[in-house]
Nanobody, 111 residues
Framework: VQLQASGGGLAQPGGSLRLSCKVR????????MYWYRQALGKQREMVAG???????NYAESVKGRFTISRDNARRTLYLQMDSLRSEDTAIYYC??????WGQGTLVTVSS
């Protein structure tokens, strides 16, 4: 099983980024999927999740700003991040079934 995250980078406060996570080697559509993040010096936290049936849930800190989605045909998980804040700066990880991890992609929000 391989999870490949991409799309991180530098954004200004108030800006947007879209993360992607391509999954290879398993039946993607049956798994609940998640985005986690870990800021420097802090514990890893769940940002958003989407079930195999498409139900979404979000951390309070990102509700109304981030949107998680999935494309089962492309075996890809997405995280649309809008209205970015400096406190969103972190390494973002995709997770499959709370068991498999991607390698992380760095998001930096700074002017």
């Amino acid at each position: 099983v391989q999870l490949q995250a991409s799309g991180g980078g530098l954004a200004q406060p108030g800006g947007s980024l879209r993360l992607s996570c391509k999954v290879r080697g398993t039946n993607f559509k049956i798994f609940d999927m998640y985005w986690y993040r870990q800021a420097l010096g802090k514990q890893r936290e769940m940002v958003a999740g989407i079930t195999s049936g498409g139900s979404e849930n979000y951390a309070e800190s990102v509700k109304g700003r981030f949107t998680i989605s999935r494309d089962n045909a492309r075996r890809t998980l997405y995280l649309q991040m809008d209205s970015l804040r400096s406190e969103d700066t972190a390494i973002y990880y995709c997770n499959m079934g709370r068991s498999y991890w991607g390698q992380g992609t760095l998001v930096t929000v700074s002017s």
